[in-house]
């Protein structure tokens, strides 16, 4: 019924990234927002504006929960910080990679890793 807390690691070398192993409904909902924006236009009409950059800043923001190694001394796990991280290093794509496989944007995706086949049923 309720999130496990207990932070999965990340990374095989000196450096690792801890992060949750599923966010909660909160967590969910916080990354959700940053992923859309809606306003109303002058004409009325609703806006929708994607922000995909946003979306994977907060994932991070929101996922990474501590860090260690060479790399981390002297740096603090927070958010200001995982802001900074480089986005080409591959530990950091590492992460953003298992935290979306483990959040998936919709529920078809995750009958898909959850069951291993495409959601359309028994091949």
């Not at 501590?66 to 986005?87: H, M, Q, R, Y």
Request: proline fraction near 7%; charge should be negative.
């Amino acid at each position: 019924m309720f999130v496990d807390r207990k932070p999965v690691v990340i990374g095989e070398g000196p450096d690792t990234i801890s992060i949750r192993p599923k966010m909660d409904f909160s967590t969910k909902n916080a990354c959700m927002d940053a992923l859309a924006a809606i306003s109303q236009g002058d004409d009325g009409k609703a806006n929708v504006a994607m922000h995909l950059g946003a979306y994977q800043l907060a994932l991070l923001r929101h996922n990474i929960v501590a860090w260690s190694g060479p790399s981390f001394v002297g740096v603090a796990c927070t958010p200001e910080n995982i802001d900074k991280l480089d986005p080409d290093e591959p530990l950091v794509e590492q992460v953003l990679e298992e935290i979306g496989r483990r959040n998936p944007l919709s529920k078809e995706t995750a009958t898909e890793k959850k069951d291993g086949t495409n959601g359309g049923g028994p091949s």
